[in-house]
């Protein structure tokens, strides 16, 4: 029997779609564990990445941090931190953490470093603070650039979780791990599938997303209205030390 029907048979089978060992749940902990990940990987790069950009220094530092943390192979910091840590789910979350990390450092810091130079001067003519000028002037600019590098991250992670079953029982990667493990091909293949079609609807949501922020994005020929801060006066002079 070839691998294409051994693999309809296993999606056809009812118990693959009910219990706690379901698709259905495995699909929900393969998806709370991609969040979790990138939520954490984001709490730490994007606002080092942002205050880089807002320097408009540090590309070396950008650079090293992102290469180093991408030349990390992430099997084998996985089976250092599972001999570590044990088995569960705690070596498999930093590990993924470590991978998305350096998509959102690099595109935060890209982003907010290709603000136009004129348009930070003139919030800073306004009376804005440095942390106005930064989350209502740079942040938003640069949002679609920073949406970019989380939708890489995003994909990186939910292909990458599969190895999450290698030190604990969660997510989709357990049928690739035992369907390799008792030769049972069709639940493998199956398994596979399931993570790449979740891949390409994620990807195509975040897409459609990032499509809708450029639509509303001011166009770069026009200058960006600001309102000054309430309370505040125009200061004569454009430019502040950032």
Not at 3 to 9: A, D, M, W
Not at 44 to 70: E, F, I
């Amino acid at each position: 029997m070839d691998v294409l029907t051994l693999t309809v048979q296993w999606f056809a089978d009812p118990d693959v779609w009910s219990g706690s060992g379901g698709i259905p749940a495995r699909l929900l902990q393969h998806l709370l564990l991609t969040a979790g990940v990138v939520l954490t990987a984001a709490v730490v790069a994007l606002p080092l990445g942002v205050w880089l950009g807002h320097r408009r220094r540090g590309d070396a530092l950008t650079v090293a941090l992102a290469g180093a943390a991408r030349a990390v192979p992430t099997l084998g910091l996985l089976t250092l931190l599972g001999l570590s840590i044990g088995i569960g789910i705690g070596a498999p979350f930093i590990t993924l953490v470590v991978l998305a990390a350096p998509p959102l450092l690099a595109a935060a810091s890209a982003g907010v470093r290709a603000v136009d130079a004129e348009t930070v001067d003139a919030a800073y003519a306004m009376g804005m603070s440095t942390r106005q000028v930064v989350l209502s002037v740079e942040v938003p600019l640069a949002a679609t650039v920073i949406l970019g590098g989380a939708r890489s991250a995003v994909l990186q992670v939910i292909a990458t979780a599969t190895l999450a079953a290698y030190t604990s029982d969660t997510g989709l990667g357990r049928y690739i791990f035992t369907g390799l493990k008792s030769r049972e091909y069709g639940e493998m293949v199956g398994g596979a599938i399931v993570v790449v079609v979740l891949a390409l609807v994620v990807d195509a949501l975040i897409a459609a997303l990032n499509r809708r922020l450029t639509v509303r994005r001011p166009n770069r020929r026009h200058p960006v209205a600001i309102e000054p801060p309430t309370g505040s006066t125009r200061s004569t002079t454009p430019g502040a030390p950032s």
